[in-house]
């Protein structure tokens, strides 16, 4: 947000409100900052006659961050106001975060407690009612430097970021910090807000430096809109990957082993193992090739790759033999090893295009500050794939993608947005590749999202250096947001490794390399597929498919006969034999989330009929034991939605 430039040009106190007041009174009010020249501003900034002022509304794309961004200072003024020995660090918005809409770190010995946190919502409270204004000011670098030599937090930000007219902006008495803007007018502006949690962050985020508190809070424009983020919240608590993951015996991380570095249980295992047999059976019947490729790879491949000066940080540092000249280094991505395999022989047009896939495991250093249970580990498994194609059939091959992607998604019950994201228009000169490249690139992923009716929104600039991509966020079943497929042209690569084919004219081309992932990371996808059904995975994919419980022990051998039909159609079957009551059998089942229960008493040993219980739908009714056979088994070769 540069607004200084803007500021500087002014003339007379005219303001970009004043402006928008003359215009059109109505929008003026309701407008948190201004657009002035297409630059985001305060409304009380300054600006000529000739300058085009426009309106930032609440429904605009920017107003919620800016909106947001204003309540981390009003938090920030409200803790001075109580703690002014504090130092303050950062205090950005943050989007489609579960931890918030905004934080801001703070340095204070004593650490902030529930009630502090209280105690600074109602100091905010205040701030709002007393509608105080937020005001900018701006000095020379060095009267800065000099005004605030005692705080060095502050001396940081002015230095780094602060050019040579940093600017700082009040809110109240005590609160002043370092800050670009812009802001809404003043704290009764914010109409509903609230702050969530504590965490340690480090200062830079960097594990050395000191620690800080880092207050999280959320804002939104209306209160209806905050409580049911609030709401939403509540339920994905009930629903956290983590504490399912434990209920449901899943997975676990332990000290000894290393943060970061899942453990899948038996039944977590298997529920992976039932993913990728669903991802194996699509891919062979969609014509890729299955590769396979090591852990490790020498230094040199990574370099060719670019990962080493690139993604350095996050790659795990070097090892080598003592006998040995060669460095090895964990993968953190598998696209070199495919392109090795392609470069294994001489390649011609006619087999082209080449779709190599693998269930690939990368390594990537991740701070053990951001983890979060599955969501984010050190090692994890891409469903990764590499297509190699021509001009020609790079169409055709994204509208395989899209197509997998959408079978894929829908045997979930995901919805889902789409993403196009294309070159910058105005700078074209920092991405690689021949313009002829990227229009026919653009056009040709343009147009198999047309083919296939998809809407998506084109976002300009947004494309890597190397190559526009498609990227596919799907929606959980509380409508939350996670960014999960990408499909990426890469012209970088090929030409890096000196990729060929021999085209029809007898000459040598570099084929267009597309890295498409429509998972993405296994272990993230199985946390999000645990949050999204809640724990309740449909048959296919439940460890356990049917609970079988007599509900007497005499019963016990019978229930076994049954459980044994069930098993030998291919189902996941277990008999609770237990001396418990019926009731106390179908609580524990309900508890692990089985599917399907059979109640097995007198009656349906003497008939052979089953009495059957859903856990979301409870008794369903008493049917023949090949009936019910022949539906659970539909439903599970279906890989239908959960019962
Ligand atoms: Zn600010
Ligand atoms: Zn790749």
Same mark, same amino acid.
């Given at each position: 947000m540069e607004s200084s430039a803007v500021q500087s040009a /002014?003339?007379?106190? &005219? +303001?970009a409100l004043r402006v928008l007041q003359t215009r059109d009174a109505a929008a003026a009010k309701r407008a948190i900052a201004a657009r002035v020249n297409g630059v985001l501003c305060d409304l009380s900034c300054l600006v000529s006659e000739t300058d085009t002022v426009e309106p930032v509304l609440p429904e605009d794309a920017d107003a919620l961050e800016i909106y947001r961004h204003s309540t981390a200072h009003l938090l920030a003024a409200a803790v001075l106001d109580l703690f002014p020995d504090t130092k303050l660090g950062a205090g950005p918005a943050l989007k489609d975060d579960p931890k918030g809409g905004f934080y801001y770190d703070f340095l204070q010995e004593k650490p902030f407690t529930p009630n502090d946190l209280a105690r600074i919502e109602k100091r905010m409270r205040e701030l709002v009612k007393r509608n105080v204004p937020f005001r900018r000011i701006e000095m020379s670098r060095d009267e800065a430097l000099q005004k605030f030599s005692a705080d060095e937090l502050k001396c940081y930000f002015i230095s780094e970021k602060g050019g040579e007219n940093p600017s700082f902006y009040t809110l109240g008495d005590r609160f002043i910090d370092f800050c670009r803007g812009p802001h809404v007018p003043s704290a009764g502006c914010i109409k509903a807000f609230k702050l969530l949690s504590v965490a340690g962050a480090y200062w830079l985020g960097d594990e050395k430096q000191p620690q800080m508190q880092r207050i999280y809070g959320t804002s939104f424009f209306t209160q209806e809109e905050l409580d049911a983020w609030l709401q939403q919240r509540e339920e994905a608590a009930k629903r956290d990957h983590r504490k399912l993951g434990r209920e449901l015996d899943l997975f676990s991380f332990t000290e000894e082993v290393g943060s970061g570095l899942v453990l899948f249980h038996p039944k977590g295992a298997l529920i992976l193992h039932l993913l990728q047999e669903f991802l194996y059976g699509e891919l062979l019947a969609r014509g890729y090739d299955l590769v396979r490729t090591p852990h490790i790879a020498s230094s040199r491949l990574w370099e060719t790759s670019g990962h080493t000066a690139k993604y350095r940080g996050d790659m795990y540092p070097a090892m080598q033999f003592e006998e040995e000249s060669v460095e090895y280094q964990l993968k953190p991505m598998n696209c070199p090893f495919h392109i090795q395999i392609y470069k294994s022989q001489p390649r011609s047009y $006619?087999? &082209?295009p080449l779709r190599y896939a693998e269930m690939g495991t990368v390594y990537r250093y991740e701070r053990s500050g951001v983890q979060h249970g599955l969501l984010r580990v050190r090692g994890f498994t891409q469903d990764d794939a590499h297509l190699f194609c021509t001009p020609e059939t790079l169409e055709a091959e994204i509208v395989g993608c899209l197509d997998f992607a959408q079978k894929v998604y829908a045997t979930f019950g995901f919805d889902y947005k789409v993403e196009l994201s294309v070159r910058d228009a105005q700078d074209q +000169?920092?991405? &690689?590749?021949?313009d002829d490249v990227w229009a026919l690139a653009e056009a040709a992923l343009t147009k198999a999202l047309d083919r296939l009716g998809l809407a998506y929104t084109r976002v300009e600039g947004e494309a890597a250096f190397y190559g526009p991509k498609i990227d596919i966020k799907v929606i959980d079943a509380i409508r939350r947001t996670w960014q999960l497929a990408t499909i990426q042209v890469d012209f970088n690569l090929p030409q890096r490794f000196g990729l060929e084919y021999i085209g029809a004219d007898n000459q040598p081309h570099m084929p267009i390399m597309v890295h498409r992932a429509i998972l993405g990371s296994l272990e993230r996808f199985f946390g999000l597929l645990i949050e999204h059904f809640g724990g309740k995975f449909p048959v296919w994919l439940s460890p356990v498919q049917v609970a079988v419980l007599p509900i /007497?022990? $005499?019963l016990n051998e019978q229930a076994a006969a049954v459980a044994r039909r069930l098993r030998a159609a291919g189902l996941r079957v277990e008999v609770d /034999?237990?001396?418990? +009551?019926i009731g106390a059998k179908i609580r524990q089942a309900q508890l692990r989330k089985v599917p399907y229960m059979i109640i097995f008493g007198d009656r349906e040993a003497e008939t052979g009929d089953v009495a059957v219980r859903t856990r979301s739908e409870g008794d369903i009714g008493t049917l023949p034991l090949d009936a019910f056979l022949a539906r659970i088994t539909h439903e599970v070769q279906q890989r239908l939605p959960t019962p």
């Open positions: /002014a003339n007379a106190g &005219l +303001t $006619r087999e &082209l +000169t920092k991405y &690689l590749g021949s /007497a022990d $005499r /034999a237990r001396s418990e +009551t």
